[in-house]
């Protein structure tokens, strides 16, 4: 009885240990690396990629000045947003003073819009999807490159507690799955670490352009759980982490994934 | 002395997640059985119900119900085991008993709190943010949970 009470003790800390072991730099894999032969190539071939699709639909609207707009996009930022600096979107998602808090690469797409005069969209409107995977793609083999020192500091310890958090029915945490067991089978697919780098990617299974926070609404669907809201500050926390973990990938937007 | 110690270690390592994770908003629902842990094991079937093996190879194989095989390994003919998060249950009976099952069924974190695998019937003001259709609910119905209960006994 006692060694089996032991044996509880020594197997629940190993497995604290295990379960909270930080992901060490050298081992950071792009979803990428996870995915079938054929997907890869899907994604390789800008004719086969369908996130290619919304590339042209975000290129065309960054270029047209839109009903109502005073400018275009590329009125400041270059015919094909050309004169973007490509280093400053790998940063995204950033640590904006005046609003003391996390801005995403989408508001600050959809900020811009708005001072150039067009009507305010609802984030995660398809044309501001559109715009993020354009604007994305323009740093497409870009390293992703988050703050993480500063005032980030603080929030990335907030956003890895929620990624340690378990939610729903199923209750487990994101980094049971995309921690302890990337490279392992659920469901038939092959889980891997979660990765921030290839977003806004094109999903095979429900065939959309989905972008980060959307990607991590539908895990936190498929678990079971009551999603965080769109521009919640769990999600911006939780997204704003996931990025930090790619911080040396390179960008692929827009990856092809399951 | 030094067991005493384990007692209270090993109670912490059983409540802190417990009640770090509590949303005790949720109210029990009406036909909940509760259930009671005595040596890591639970000797009384839920509700008092009979499981039917037959139900519980189909339940443990579907995956809108038991989903078990999003994550171990059964010996299922015809169905490609396709998790390998957990172990096979291959043999399980000869290494279980029926009582010792059922706690790893209805809430294995009574045996290993860091487990990733669901409570099938876990305590429903222990989850954390349940989805809208599922609040209030638990994974498997009781009578689901014998089920595959009674499944699992004849894997020896």
Request: glycine share 8%.
């Amino acid at each position: 009885m006692i060694s089996r009470k032991l044996h509880v003790i020594l197997l629940s800390s190993f497995l604290l240990v295990v379960a909270t072991g930080p992901l060490s730099a050298n081992e950071v894999k792009s979803g990428y690396e996870y995915i079938k032969p054929a997907t890869r190539a899907m994604q390789d071939d800008d004719f086969e990629n369908p996130g290619m699709f919304t590339v042209e639909r975000g290129m065309e609207l960054f270029n047209e000045k839109q009903h109502g707009a005073s400018k275009a996009c590329s009125d400041c930022h270059g015919i094909d947003g050309l004169k973007m600096d490509t280093k400053s979107i790998a940063r995204y998602p950033v640590y904006n003073e005046e609003e003391a808090g996390i801005v995403t690469l989408q508001k600050s797409i959809s900020n811009c819009r708005n001072n150039i005069g067009n009507k305010a969209l609802p984030t995660n409107h398809p044309d501001l999807i559109a715009l993020e995977t354009f604007v994305r793609n323009r740093a497409f083999g870009e390293t992703v490159n988050v703050q993480t020192d500063g005032p980030m500091a603080q929030l990335l310890t907030k956003g890895k507690t929620i990624y340690q958090t378990r939610y729903g029915l199923i209750d487990m945490s994101c980094s049971h799955c995309h921690s302890l067991y990337p490279g392992q089978m659920i469901r038939g697919q092959k889980i891997s670490q979660g990765q921030g780098n290839g977003f806004p990617a094109y999903r095979l299974d429900i065939g959309e352009i989905t972008n980060l926070h959307q990607r991590i609404q539908q895990c936190l669907t498929l678990m079971r759980a009551e999603p965080f809201a769109a521009d919640s500050e769990e999600i911006k926390l939780l997204g704003l982490y996931l990025m930090s973990r790619s911080n040396g990938l390179k960008i692929e937007t827009p990856a092809v994934r399951y | 002395m030094f067991i005493r110690a384990c007692k209270i270690i090993f109670l912490l390592a059983v409540l802190v997640p417990i009640l770090g994770l509590a949303d005790d908003t949720a109210a029990l629902p009406e036909n909940y059985c509760s259930w009671e842990v005595v040596d890591y094991a639970i000797e009384k079937p839920l509700c008092g119900l009979g499981g039917d093996a037959q139900r519980g190879k189909k339940i443990v194989s579907d995956g809108h119900l038991g989903n078990c095989l999003a994550c171990p390994q059964l010996p299922i003919d015809g169905i490609e085991a396709y998790g390998t998060i957990g172990p096979s249950l291959d043999g399980i009976a000869s290494r279980f008993t029926e009582p010792q099952i059922r706690v790893r069924i209805v809430d294995t974190r009574n045996i290993n709190p860091m487990s990733i695998m669901p409570g099938f019937y876990r305590d429903p003001r222990l989850i954390n943010r349940p989805g809208k259709p599922y609040r209030g609910k638990t994974f498997l119905t009781a009578q689901q949970v014998e089920d595959v209960i009674a499944y699992l006994v004849t894997l020896k």
